[in-house]
Nanobody, 115 residues
Framework: QVQLVESGGGLVGSGGSLTLSCQAS????????MAWYRQAPGKEREHVAD???????KYNPAVEGRFTTSRNNARPTIFLQMDRRDPEFTAVYYC?????????WGQGTQVIVSS
C-alpha cells in the first residue's frame, strides 16, 4: 500500500493562492491515477482533480479554472494549487492513489479560508 501524506493546509484569508502537497511513499507500478478529494463541513466527500501517470489532468467543473494539479516526476509528490482563495474552498483535502492493486488515502489536510 502506498502511504500518502498531505500538507500545506491552514487558516488563510481570501484571495491569493494556496498550494497543497501530497507526498507518496512511492509512485505505484503500472497504470495509476493520483487524485484530490475534499470534504466540506456537513457535505459529502467529492472529487476535486486527478492526474494520471502520463500527466493527464481532470477537474471537477466546480473548480476548473481555479485549481491546478501537477506532479513531480523526480519525487513521488503531487500538488494542488488553489487560486483566488474563497471561503467556499474550506474543506479537508485528501490525496488518493488509484491503481490496479492499490487504493490508498492520506489523512487529509484542512484548509480554512476566511472572508
Amino acid at each position: 500500500q502506498v502511504q500518502l501524506v498531505e500538507s500545506g493546509g491552514g487558516l488563510v484569508g481570501s484571495g491569493g493562492s494556496l498550494t497543497l502537497s501530497c507526498q507518496a511513499s512511492e509512485y505505484p507500478l503500472g497504470v495509476y491515477v493520483m487524485a484530490w478529494y475534499r470534504q466540506a463541513p456537513g457535505k459529502e466527500r467529492e472529487h476535486v482533480a486527478d492526474i494520471s501517470k502520463s500527466g493527464i489532468t481532470k477537474y471537477n467543473p466546480a473548480v476548473e479554472g481555479r485549481f491546478t494539479t501537477s506532479r513531480n516526476n523526480a519525487r513521488p509528490t503531487i500538488f494542488l494549487q488553489m487560486d483566488r482563495r474563497d471561503p467556499e474552498f474550506t474543506a479537508v483535502y485528501y490525496c488518493r492513489t488509484i491503481a490496479a492493486d492499490d487504493d490508498s488515502w492520506g489523512q487529509g489536510t484542512q484548509v480554512i479560508v476566511s472572508s
